[in-house]
Structures are given as C-alpha cells and as structure tokens.
C-alpha cells in the first residue's frame, strides 16, 4: 500500500523551523527549490514537537532530520550534503565587501531603530515571540558574536538567544548597534582581509570568511525584517537596503518565511 503523503512517516526528512527565523527560511527556500520532500515542522505552531527536537539531541531550530540523525542548518553547504542533493557553483564576496556589507546593513538597522514609536518597541510582530526591540537588539548582537569570533572566542549559539535590557529604548539599543559598528571598524584595521583562517563554531570549524559571510546576511535579513515591521505601522523605513546592498549574499526570497 502506498503511503499516505499527509502523512509524516510518508517523508524522509523532516525539518524543524520557526517563523522569522533567518536560516530557517533559507533552509526551506533551499529543499523546495531543489525538490526534496520534507516534512515541515514549525515549533513556533507546533510545541509539543519540541519533544522531538530534544530526542535528537538538538536544542534550536533549523534542523533537518532523517530518522534519528540530523543536521544543524547554519551551513547550506551541511544541508545539501545531508539530503544528498548538489550544491551550485558560486563565488562569495571577498572579505573587505562582505565588511562594507555588514557596516552598511548596520547602519540601516540603527536608523530603523531610531523610526519606532518608543511603546512599539515592546510589541511581538506576526507569529514570532520576539519584540520588535528585541529583533533590533538582535541584529547588533549577531554582528558582535562575529566580530567575538575574528577575535579568537568560539561561537556558540546561546548569545543568539540573548535580549536587550527591559529598560532600553530606540535610543539605547541603536547606540549599542553604533559601539558594535566601532568596534569591528577596530578589530578589521587589523585583521587579515582573506579571513582564511579557521575558528570554532557550534557547528564546526570554519573559516572566517564563512563566518563573516553568514553574519552578514544574516544581520540584513533581520534588517529586512525591521522594514516590515515600520511598515506594520505606517512608517517608510528611511534608507532601506538596496539590491546593490544585498547582491552575492546568500540571501533567502522571503524576509520572514
């Protein structure tokens, strides 16, 4: 008898996501774009499937499971390796354009901060529990695990999870965003612009350029995302990101899956 395809056992992979997320909807950009057949699990929908997550042993969301192995999703090179499936030729940018990438989607995401109304920043946005100064806060706070790890300390996941202080506004989030933006304009003055060397991370070692790579396009998702939100208020992001702005990152289509 041939398997019903409403049916979860019907799928090899499953991957488990949640709205908002920056490689979660990369990832499933990425397997429906190439025809692999999954089951989507959102936790954020779904939390009694979190169960699941911590049979595998895995504790954030994206992974892509097969059975009772997985893959974590920060790498889309991991990804494709694990479902079998070839990835694309391309040329990343080199380490000096993904820097002026990253300043610039900061700067973005510092005069978008400074748009909200102060009480807005305490809101949720769609189907994510995250506020909208948090998702600020955020943007600044992925940059700085980067910048941690060029300078030597391993990247770990639980600094993604961290939030501003209850008491901060617009005001106070953006100047943190303007002291993480000096600080890497410090740390690249003397950084090998290859950044070919390798560094720890939670999911592997990489090269820095990897590293630099994903934190920039993962900063200008969220970036993406805060235009969203002032739109959700009636406000025109002022300076929004161009395509220039964005061009040879490994963007996702969708700002929030």
């Known amino acids: 008898m041939q398997a019903d395809p409403r049916s979860p056992s019907a799928h090899r992979f499953k991957l488990f996501w949640q709205?908002?997320?920056?490689?979660?909807?990369?990832?499933k950009e990425f397997l429906q774009k190439r025809g692999v057949d999954f089951e989507s699990v959102n936790v954020a929908a779904n939390p009694e499937r979190l169960a699941e997550l911590r049979a595998l042993g895995a504790r954030s969301?994206?992974?892509?499971?097969?059975?009772?192995?997985?893959?974590l999703c920060q790498s889309i090179q991991d990804v494709a390796s694990f479902v079998g499936v070839p990835m694309e030729a391309?040329?990343?940018?080199?380490?000096?354009?993904?820097?002026?990438?990253?300043?610039?989607?900061?700067?973005a995401a510092i005069r978008f901060t400074l748009q909200f109304p102060v009480a807005s920043l305490r809101e949720t946005f769609r189907d994510r529990n995250r506020t909208l100064g948090d998702t600020a806060f955020h943007i600044f706070r992925v940059a700085e695990m980067g910048l941690e790890t060029g300078q030597g300390h391993p990247l770990?996941?639980?600094?993604f999870a961290q939030k501003a202080p209850a008491d901060w506004g617009g005001e106070q989030i953006a100047a943190y965003g303007r002291d993480v933006s000096a600080r890497l304009d410090r740390w690249w003055a003397c950084a090998d612009p290859a950044v070919a060397h390798r560094v720890e991370t939670y999911y592997g070692r990489r090269t820095m350029h990897e590293v630099l790579e994903r934190t920039t396009w993962h900063a200008a998702q969220h970036a993406r995302q805060l235009v969203l939100m002032l739109e959700a208020h009636g406000i025109a992001a002022d300076r929004p990101l161009t395509p220039a702005d964005l061009a040879g990152l490994p963007m996702p289509d969708d700002p929030w899956g």
Do not use: M, N
């Not at 969301?61 to 893959?71: K, R």
């Open 156 to 159: 770990r996941p639980e600094g």
């Open 19 to 27: 709205p908002g997320c920056s490689s979660c909807v990369r990832t």
């Open 90 to 107: 391309r040329e990343p940018l080199a380490g000096p354009v993904l820097f002026d990438r990253l300043q610039k989607v900061l700067g």
């Open 61 to 71: 969301v994206p992974i892509v499971s097969s059975g009772d192995t997985y893959t």
